[in-house]
């Protein structure tokens, strides 16, 4: 059986820049809660497609992740979790995993427990909408559009929910997904290529760093968590806490990936890189790879 789907869940670009900055300078108390809400919200997204994938997989569904893109003459822009196409109708999935509990009222508004209105959550939800609905209708396929909030922290509820809403909490999810993924009746494998020439490489509101190598910590860093690695062998790079090794080349493609990430127009080269890796990877290694085409800057 195969199935449709259009890029893999990585982490958005602000994630990947503040957990460079966090392991190579440095982040402020605001910047640090926000890598840590990122990477708390990127954990729901995983799960959710743990769950979708099933489903996707059984009836060839079309599963578009975390689109963004322009709409309204191109003045505003968004982001879409999940789009999946199925039973002929596109749902838009919009997971959060918050660790509190929320409040919904009969007009389906979300509050925060204590009483305050949860407006952003108001607002991006038709924002969503609307955008979605547009961007149809722009590459001419207008049809229902269902948009659902997935609360996937099975730790924590929304109160107040009723049938009629357009929320789905964990122990609901599966059910919902059981009546209503199904088999399209028509071929929107086309569909993809014409969404992904929509698809914005960077945010308009992602910011792009001066990069002095002297300000930057060096080494080679843990993906999983940010500690410095040691480098255990001539060829081998390891992470104690997390038991997790890697080869040379590997870590040279984070040396390169974490500079991008600071700055994509930033001009490299293997010196820099060699420095940037403490002189622990020479440059004449790093030109080799890049000879061998199994890197590129
Ligand atoms: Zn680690």
């Known amino acids: 059986m195969w199935y449709i789907c259009s890029m893999t869940r990585k ?11 966090f392991r190579r300078s440095h982040l402020d108390d605001e910047n ?4 840590e809400k990122l990477s708390f919200g990127l954990s729901g997204e995983q799960s959710f ?22 709409y309204d003459n191109g003045e505003k822009e968004i982001q879409i979790d999940n789009i999946v ?20 009222d009969e007009r389906g508004l979300f509050f925060y427990e204590e009483g305050k209105e949860f407006t952003s959550l108001n607002v991006q939800i038709e924002r969503q909408k609307g955008a979605i609905h547009e961007l149809l209708k722009d590459i001419g396929y207008p049809m229902t559009i269902k948009h659902y909030l997935v609360f996937i922290n099975p730790d924590r509820t929304v109160f107040g929910l009723q049938r ?33 020439s929509r698809r914005l490489p960077f945010s308009k509101y992602d910011q792009f760093y001066d990069i002095k190598l002297k300000d930057l910590a060096k080494g080679i860093y843990c993906e999983t968590c940010n500690g ?70």
Do not use: W
């Open 49 to 70: 497609d743990q769950i979708i994938q099933t489903y996707v997989q059984t009836f060839n569904l079309i599963h578009v992740k975390d689109l963004l893109f322009k």
């Open 32 to 35: 640090r809660i926000k890598l």
């Open 85 to 104: 196409i199925s039973n002929d109708t596109c749902y838009i999935f919009e997971v959060k995993k918050y660790n509190f509990n929320i409040k919904i």
């Open 164 to 196: 009629e809403h357009s929320v789905l909490i964990h122990n609901t999810l599966h059910y919902f997904l059981d009546i209503h993924m199904r088999k399209n009746r028509e071929d929107y494998s086309y569909f993809i290529p014409l969404i992904d």
């Open 228 to 297: 410095r690695m040691q480098r255990v062998t001539q060829r081998t790079y390891h992470c104690e806490k997390c038991r997790i090794s890697i080869g040379t080349l590997e870590a040279v493609r984070q040396l390169i990936q974490d500079l991008k990430f600071l700055n994509p127009h930033f001009k490299l080269d293997s010196i820099i890189l060699s420095q940037l890796s403490e002189n622990e990877i020479s440059s004449a290694t790093i030109r080799k790879y890049r000879k061998e085409d199994k890197i590129r800057f």
């Open 11 to 21: 982490k958005s670009f602000l994630h990947s820049q503040l957990q460079v900055l």
